[in-house]
């Protein structure tokens, strides 16, 4: 259990409260409290395990940018450097292609 203790004697109690709930919430305190607060069966343990490694794995795709379908590819950026070219009225028509 965190704990946290004055500073000097006139410190204020609402100091001293929000330094004590920060000692807590850095500690999950109020997380395992919830934990050990009922029985969790194995079979919902397994789901909660599963959802979280479903996040996980999602998160990971996000960042590394990796596509499971073909649909979910970027389109091809060349062709939209194309579209740019087209419709810029200084481009030559050497730039246009």
Same mark, same amino acid.
Request: hydrophobic share 55%; no cysteine.
């Given at each position: 259990m965190p704990s &946290?203790?004055?500073r000097h004697p006139y410190e204020r =109690?609402? &100091?001293?409260? *929000? *330094?004590f709930k920060k000692a807590v919430d850095k500690a999950d305190? =109020?997380?395992d409290l919830h934990k050990h607060e009922a029985y969790e069966k194995p079979s919902e343990k397994r789901k909660r395990e599963k959802c979280a490694a479903i996040k996980r794995t999602q998160a990971k795709l996000e960042e590394e940018k990796i596509y499971k379908h073909p649909w979910m590819k970027p389109k091809n950026k060349k062709k939209k450097k194309e579209r740019e070219a087209s419709t810029d009225p200084w481009a030559t028509s050497k730039d246009r292609g």
């Open positions: &946290v203790s004055l =109690f609402d &100091v001293l409260w *929000r *330094r305190t =109020f997380k």
